[in-house]
């Protein structure tokens, strides 16, 4: 879409106040930067800033409508994405163009198809290296694992494990992973009680000698996220941030500057255009942060929209998101005048392209995802332990089953010093970590046999890349959290949402009891639970922050993360024969007895 001239400031002013320039905006359709006189080309300078947001490791075409499709302005399913689409498009869009910078707003990896999430996220570098990324921005996906995992393994190439087996595979060209050739960026992310950023805030770019300063930003929820759960980091906030780096990149001399912003927003399902009233966190940013700050480029929500919202001073410029999973490209094209450096804002150009695949695929991201979907072929059939029988999702009248005991098992022994692990088999709400069961009859692999459990197979059993936190709460906090698997509804009948506990714990129910007192002598490591100590639990992040439903635990302390849910079960398997466990860990009782 083509911004209004400056001069239109006044009139833009107007139409925010009436609720209307949204609308205004999003009528006007994005079109190529205007052919510049020989003059003033010589007077400015033409920057092309194409961009990624939420890619989450897609590089093999989906075809299924949430994965491989997006809808046009007329309602129309387009089929779109692929890393040998995206290169496509992205090499017709740089064409011509002398001044290009490409980069992604944050969770590139930490996916879930398995040809990148089971080959520790080195396939989608291999794709981002290979497309030319300049930089990225931190999103919270990138914290799913650790900093240094970030700083180390994926910017560095650092190994970890057994090369090979756990890290370091061979890529498409036959060569060992040495990590990202591009940095990540990001302002506020800091160690606890620190202002000081972890990595760098901003990256500078300069096109012609003209420098343009791209800070780099993400969402505040990210070091309490339930995959990103990192209790040694902290957040600072967002226009806070962005103002000071603001200060410090014109202290240096450059005076055009983006908005990196892993944080996201909506302003309806049209992915080049936007609604009349554009909410979220992101859209709360864009009118505050810094007027210095000439375009705003954003994700998270996994939305597309391309706006033009005015800053503090009333200029509009450009705040887009890119939708998610290489679905779009978003382009925004900068006019700089060399003299001041300042951005053009009235020459601002934005636009969302879709990744269509009615162009030539890449042949080298042909070769790429092909290569890595192989590798995981392969990966998954090795074996990493062994099963005396059947591990199963099936819960007795009491909400035990075997698979949810062993995982409980699984969570204590992931900790150094947990007094007690809970493993919830039927949350109460969002998603269910059980997966999947595991049968000792070989299954459909070659490479199984009865009792063997393949690396697939175990991934496909538990988790969703979530940490196993071990905090303190207190022996009060349990009980009540045991209570919590009963819960009345709003028609006023009771759902009943079990927790698995580990193998040391006991306790008894009574159903004829009233919801919050059916829960009777609680034993762990044969010891009646004390209300008032404090015990070491570990659970999933998502449970200990209250995601599936258990709110007990709020105000737990001394945080400390484990491995991930498929780490820490696999680590159990491998320490030996697994056999189904007795399911005698919670036992029902009568009034009458």
């Known amino acids: 879409m083509r911004f209004p001239l400056r001069g239109a400031v006044i009139a833009a002013a107007i139409a925010v106040l009436s609720g209307t320039q949204a609308v205004a905006f999003a009528d006007m359709r994005a079109a190529e930067p205007p052919t510049a006189d020989p003059a003033s080309s010589r007077r400015s300078v033409d920057v092309q800033l194409l961009s990624l947001t939420d890619f989450h490791g897609y590089i093999r075409p989906h075809t299924d409508a949430g994965n491989g499709t997006i809808k046009d302005a ?63 921005a931190v999103g919270n996906h990138e914290l799913d694992i650790s900093l240094e995992f970030l700083r180390d393994h994926m910017g560095r190439g650092k190994c970890f494990g057994q090369r090979g087996v756990d890290s370091c595979f061979t890529d498409s060209d036959g060569r060992r992973f040495r990590g990202a050739r591009f940095d990540f960026s990001a302002a506020n992310v800091t160690r606890k009680e620190s202002t000081r950023p972890v990595l760098k805030p901003y990256v500078i770019k300069y096109f012609q000698g003209v420098p343009v300063g791209f800070i780099n930003l993400t969402t505040t929820t990210t070091v309490d996220g339930s995959t990103s759960f990192q209790p040694s980091l902290d957040n600072l906030p967002l226009v806070e941030t962005a103002n000071k780096y603001v200060a410090e990149l014109k202290r240096r001399g450059v005076e055009a500057i983006v908005a990196n912003v892993h944080e996201g927003g909506t302003a309806g399902d049209v992915y080049d255009r936007c609604n009349a009233n554009p909410t979220g966190p992101v859209i709360d940013f864009a009118r505050q942060a810094s007027a210095e700050i000439d375009a705003i480029v954003t994700g998270h929500w996994h939305a597309p929209f391309n706006c033009s919202i005015p800053d503090p001073e009333g200029n509009p410029r450009p705040v887009v998101e890119a939708a998610f999973h290489g679905k779009l490209i978003n382009e925004i094209n900068l006019k700089i005048d060399r003299r001041s450096r300042e951005v053009i804002r009235s020459a601002t150009v934005s636009t969302n392209h879709p990744v269509t695949r009615d162009v030539p695929a890449d042949p080298a991201m042909v070769k790429l995802v092909d290569h890595w979907v192989a590798a995981e072929k392969g990966l998954s059939a090795r074996q990493v332990g062994t099963i005396t029988g059947d591990l199963t999702r099936t819960r007795d009248a009491d909400g035990e089953s075997t698979l949810g005991n062993v995982l409980a098992d699984a969570e204590r022994a992931d900790s150094a010093d947990a007094d007690l692990a809970m493993v919830a088999v039927a949350p109460v709400k969002g998603s269910n970590s059980l997966r999947g069961d595991l049968r000792f009859a070989k299954g459909a692999d070659p490479a199984d046999g009865d009792g063997k459990v393949l690396f697939g197979e175990a991934w496909n059993t538990w988790g969703y890349a979530n940490p196993v936190v071990t905090a303190t709460v207190k022996g009060s906090q349990i009980d009540q959290a045991l209570e919590q698997q009963w819960q009345t509804q709003p028609d006023g009948t009771v759902r009943f949402a079990p927790l698995a506990v580990s193998g040391n714990v006991r306790f008894s129910y009574d159903v004829s009891k009233p919801v919050g007192e059916r829960v009777g002598n609680v034993l762990i490591d044969g010891r009646p639970l004390d209300p008032a100590r404090g015990y070491r639990l570990a659970a999933l992040a998502y449970t200990l922050i209250g995601a599936d439903g258990y709110s007990a635990f709020a105000g737990y302390t001394d945080a400390v993360r484990g491995s991930r849910d498929y780490e820490a079960f696999r680590a159990f398997l491998a320490k030996g024969p697994v056999s189904p466990p007795a399911l005698d860990r919670a036992v029902a009782v009568s009034a009458a007895s």
């Open 74 to 136: 007329q309602g129309k399913t387009i089929v779109v994405g692929g890393a040998p689409y995206i290169a496509t498009h992205l090499g017709k869009l740089r064409q011509g163009r002398r001044n290009t910078v490409t980069f992604t707003t944050g969770d590139s990896f930490s996916g879930w198809p398995p040809e990148v999430a089971r080959l520790a996220d080195e396939p989608t570098i291999e794709f981002l290296n290979k497309i030319g990324v300049d930089f990225s």
